[in-house]
């Protein structure tokens, strides 16, 4: 087949530690047609060192002031071109095989506009500790509550320019608003695989930010969008949080249980990342 362009960007701000397994994650994965921009704040730590070692296979990227991780992003796409898009934080991972199966799933299946899947959870040493094994999409979920693993995710580009760029007034629910724009103007899938590796770690966003801003500016999507939630809702969400931590749980069970018979079923990133580079680009300089 006649692979897709794969637009990808990458926001990063002082993870120069996680930063180069974020980058091989992608460019190891040799997808023949592939766009990755890495848009960094001006990071003081390694970083820079990090994202020049792979700049030949960039198409393009920066290191300066920014106004947050939403600006980062939103100017990150405006340099893309590609019809299937995507962002992948600094401190994330893919999975193996994930862009071709992404391409090949958005040819077979015309209509679909996103798709996201399951994502494992991976400690500071790139182990995987454990998974998290989501139900079926549910847009009426899902648009009340932000459950839908950002690094998992890749969408058309035809629906995307429908509803617009990330919104960068947002500094933790960028993802959360584009979300629910995309459930109200298109066709969302959640797949039965694993696309995306979320790092845990003591000074991710998620951790550091989900009890304050990050509720703060929940609740600005849903006022902004008309989202009530009413008392079955909550109902409904402790079904949904009991179903992914039993499945989850049962899961991560099952691979422990291969990792035991067989070391290298169970998803190592270190070692699943070491491999060679294939595509390449002329050296893209710094914007």
């Not at 290191?63 to 994330?92: C, H, P, V, W």
């Not at 989202?227 to 499945?247: C, E, N, P, Q, T």
Request: proline share 5%; net charge positive; hydrophobic share 35%.
């Amino acid at each position: 087949m006649d692979w897709p362009k794969i637009s990808i960007v990458t926001p990063s701000y002082m993870q120069g530690h996680f930063l180069e397994w974020t980058l091989r994650s992608v460019l190891c994965q040799n997808y023949q047609n592939l766009e990755y921009i890495v848009m960094d704040g001006g990071s003081t730590d390694s970083t820079r060192p990090v994202i020049e070692k792979y700049a030949h296979h960039l198409t393009y990227w920066e290191s300066k002031k920014d106004k947050g991780q939403a600006d980062a992003i939103a100017r990150g796409f405006s340099r893309t071109t590609g019809e299937i898009m995507a962002y992948l934080n600094s401190d994330d991972m893919l999975t193996p095989g994930t862009l071709h199966k992404v391409a090949k799933y958005f040819a077979d299946h015309p209509s679909v506009d996103v798709i996201y899947s399951h994502r494992c959870f991976v400690d500071p040493k790139n182990r995987v500790i454990g998974y998290w094994i989501l139900p079926p999409h549910s847009s009426y979920l899902m648009k009340r509550f932000d459950y839908i693993p950002q690094e998992t995710t890749f969408w058309r580009r035809r629906l995307f320019d429908r509803v617009g760029n990330i919104d960068p007034t947002y500094r933790f629910a960028m993802d959360y608003d584009l979300f629910v724009r995309f459930m109200n103007a298109g066709n969302m899938r959640r797949l039965p695989d694993i696309f995306g590796a979320f790092r845990m770690h003591d000074y991710s966003k998620t951790k550091t930010q989900i009890e304050t801003i990050g509720l703060r500016e929940m609740n600005r999507v849903r006022s902004q969008y008309g989202i009530s939630i009413r008392k079955y809702d909550h109902a409904l969400l402790k079904m949904f949080i009991a179903y992914v931590k039993g499945a989850s749980f049962a899961w991560t069970r099952y691979q422990h249980a291969r990792h035991a018979a067989d070391p290298h079923s169970f998803l190592d990133f270190e070692r699943i990342w070491q491999g060679e580079i294939s595509t390449s680009r002329p050296l893209a300089k710094a914007g």
